[in-house]
T-cell receptor, first 111, second 112 residues
């Protein structure tokens, strides 16, 4: 079963626009993480937000967390062609040692 | 630092064959895990380890074995390969499950 569910499944925008993707989860968590996966490669960690945080920034990335709605969003500002990738959220349920992953959002940046 | 190293990068097996996927990390991470990723899907946890000598099952453990005799190495064994095990396999390591995970580049496995 998948705890994290991302939407949209796919997103295509023009270079320079902002991209927003969302993640919902089911159980209480310690933290939520976002990762990027370029085609054919391993995942790369982008940002981690803890359950007691509401917003976090890293460069052009902004992540929000709403524990009451069990949801998070990832905003990429001023998108670039190099941002073309799949983005995944992962959560760790407080009751075990396992990360649960969503199915990902495929982001395409058009030049 | 090499990070997380997975070998081989590609492998083709026949149904019923066995093999071991290797994973090694040089970051002294206690937590290591194996995932499989099928087309258009997220990662599904196969097995994980919280330290040397300790392993446990994830979401999809059937048909796979693991061991963790050292902190650095976490091999994944396919006991008797089946076509349903055709997938991309990723190994990851970290200081803990709630910490950023470091991934290898994956092993692309095809079972004929």
């Amino acid at each position: 079963s998948q705890q994290g569910e991302e939407d949209p499944q796919a997103l295509s925008i023009q270079e320079g626009e902002n991209a927003t993707m969302n993640c919902s989860y089911k159980t209480s968590i310690n933290n939520l993480q976002w990762y990027r996966q370029n085609s054919g490669r391993g995942l790369v960690h982008l940002i981690l937000i803890r359950s007691n945080e509401r917003e976090k920034h890293s460069g052009r990335l902004r992540v929000t967390l709403d524990t009451s709605k069990k949801s998070s969003s990832l905003l990429i500002t001023a998108s670039r062609a190099a941002d073309t990738a799949s983005y995944f959220c992962a959560t760790d349920a407080r009751s075990n040692y396992q990360l649960i992953w969503g199915a990902g959002t495929k982001l395409i940046i058009k030049p | 630092n090499a990070g997380v190293t997975q070998t081989p990068k590609f492998q083709v097996l026949k149904t019923g064959q066995s093999m071991t996927l290797q994973c090694a990390q040089d970051m002294n991470h206690e937590y290591m895990s194996w995932y499989r990723q099928d087309p258009g899907m997220g990662l599904r946890l196969i097995h994980y380890s919280v330290g040397a000598g300790i392993t446990d099952q994830g979401e999809v453990p059937n048909g796979y074995n693991v061991s963790r005799s050292t902190t650095e190495d976490f091999p994944l064994r396919l006991l008797s390969a089946a076509p349903s095990q055709t997938s991309v396999y990723f190994c990851a390591s970290s200081y803990g499950v709630a910490e950023p995970q470091h991934f290898g580049d994956g092993t692309r496995l095809s079972i004929l």
